[in-house]
């Protein structure tokens, strides 16, 4: 028996086709998907929040974060936090309007 269900989604793509081909891999992706879905659509998600909930190595995450952020999904930023005393540096993402797609 054949599948016939469809996503009921249109997703909207860049125009050029590197662009393109980061995000169908991503998309393509079991772990690409997890950190999408991970990521707070109306706060800040923080980097190392999304590294102890994910099942991943930390190196294969950031390089997915990375890869969103170039393509234009993710937006980045540092924030500094104070923490037992001293003040420590934080990676947060926040999806873009492609992002929130």
């Known amino acids: 028996m054949k599948d016939n269900r469809v996503w009921p989604y249109?997703?909207?793509f860049p125009l050029e086709p590197t662009k393109r081909k980061l995000i169908l891999s991503?998309?393509?992706?079991r772990m690409?998907?997890?950190i999408l879905t991970s990521?707070?659509?109306d706060a800040r998600t923080f980097q190392h929040d999304l590294i102890r909930s994910l099942h991943y190595s930390n190196?294969?995450?950031?390089k997915y974060l990375k890869q969103m952020v170039n393509v234009?999904?993710?937006?980045?930023?540092?924030?500094r936090e104070a923490e037992r005393g001293k003040a420590v540096w934080m990676k947060w993402y926040t999806p873009t309007s492609l992002g929130r797609w």
């Open 72 to 79: 234009g999904i993710l937006e980045e930023g540092m924030e």
């Open 59 to 62: 190196k294969s995450i950031i």
């Open 39 to 41: 990521i707070r659509i």
């Open 32 to 34: 690409g998907v997890n």
């Open 10 to 12: 249109v997703l909207p």
């Open 26 to 29: 991503v998309l393509q992706s």
